[in-house]
């Protein structure tokens, strides 16, 4: 392998600790540095992993030493962050989403192709074990014609562990989790071409851990018919409200042969299961052991791999585009109470290379 790639990181916040642990144990990139609008976390960061503590970003950016940022902010500061890393040169891996509008998205995908970098993008829950396995069922075309998704998120009330709720349902409980499932199933299935769909504020009311109030305007429960482009039909549910659901963030593909359960869009390690057509379901065994929980670096892994081995990266900004028009789709919907057309595409993600 060629000399690690060196990475710089945009955001100390709740992510970052997982991010920075997986990423240590990954031989092909090397930490380089931290920077955050709060400098105490930055510099907590850095003299925890023997890095930089960078007092700007424009300061990050100057780095030479630094090729690739990894866009851990907030998600109302993802365009600009990406944008200006990569008008500074550099490739940029960003946590979900990639922008809040799927203008700026796409804006994104071309500043990288014109700029000649990589451009890649979380949620990458479908590149785990659980998820690759339900993948290589329904692309044998065990189930028959696939007709009928449900995908659901049931997340709870955010503000009762995260120490600042307010962003997350600013944007939205599509934008922040019901892009999971969204993820999965259009790099399973392909591209979506029409959504349907209704939100409502359940839970006006809030209060941080602090015991601040502070109120929502965004629904914080959401259902929507997304009709793909091979005419499977997908019903998304998912809330701010409750996780006592036993459906929990569960997905169920049904075909006319049978169906296929995924006990859990983040977990890696969840159950998968097979029934054949009105039976009952049988535990299937995964393509290999699998990471507990979720490794939230396999996709900037494989971002750091494909620059190393001159391929394709797995987690295509165009796929990110993709998803971001569906999740506007869907905020429009509810607005208007139309159906509205989609009309991206993109390449399908290739499967994990350790899959048979």
Not at 109 to 128: E, F, H, M
Not at 132 to 160: D, K, W
Not at 264 to 274: I, L, R, S
Not at 296 to 311: C, H, K, P, T, Y
Request: glycine share 8%; net charge negative; with cysteine.
């Amino acid at each position: 392998m060629s000399n690690p790639i060196g990475v710089a990181l945009v955001g100390c916040g709740n992510i970052a600790t997982a991010y920075v642990e997986q990423m240590k144990s990954y031989p092909e990139v090397v930490i380089r540095g931290f920077f955050d609008l709060d400098a105490t976390r930055s510099q907590a960061f850095a003299a925890e992993h023997g890095a930089t503590a960078y007092s700007s970003l424009d300061v990050l950016l100057a780095d030479a030493s630094v090729e690739v940022v990894v866009n851990l902010s907030i998600h109302h500061a993802h365009f600009e962050v990406n944008a200006a890393a990569l008008q500074a040169g550099k490739h940029v891996y960003t946590e979900k989403p990639l922008a809040l509008t799927y203008a700026e998205a796409q804006a994104l995908v071309k500043l990288a192709d014109t700029q000649g970098l990589r451009l890649g993008s979380a949620p990458i829950t479908y590149l785990g074990e659980a998820q690759q396995t339900v993948s290589q069922h329904l692309a044998n075309e065990r189930l028959g014609p696939l007709r009928l998704v449900y995908a659901e998120l049931n997340h709870g009330r955010i503000e009762t562990w995260h120490p600042n709720p307010p962003p997350f349902y600013d944007v939205g409980v599509v934008w922040d989790v019901g892009i999971y499932p969204l993820t999965i199933i259009t790099a399973f299935l392909g591209p979506a071409v029409e959504v349907r769909a209704f939100g409502n504020v359940m839970m006006p009311n809030r209060t941080t851990l602090e015991g601040e109030p502070f109120t929502i305007t965004t629904p914080d429960v959401v259902t929507a018919l997304i009709t793909l482009k091979k005419e499977t039909l997908v019903r998304l549910s998912c809330n701010f409200y409750t996780t006592s659901s036993k459906q929990g963030a569960s997905m169920e593909f049904h075909g006319d042969d049978g169906s296929l359960y995924l006990g859990n869009c983040f977990h890696f390690d969840a159950d998968v299961a097979h029934a054949e057509s009105e039976s009952d379901f049988t535990s299937l065994p995964l393509l290999r052991e699998p990471f507990e929980g979720v490794e939230f670096g396999r996709g900037l892994q494989d971002f750091a791999q494909a620059i190393l081995e001159n391929r394709p990266h797995r987690a295509a900004a165009a796929h990110a585009a993709h998803v971001i028009e569906i999740m506007e789709a869907i905020d429009t919907s509810i607005a208007s109470g139309n159906p509205i057309k989609i009309g991206s595409t993109f390449p399908t993600p290739t499967p994990m290379p350790w899959t048979k």
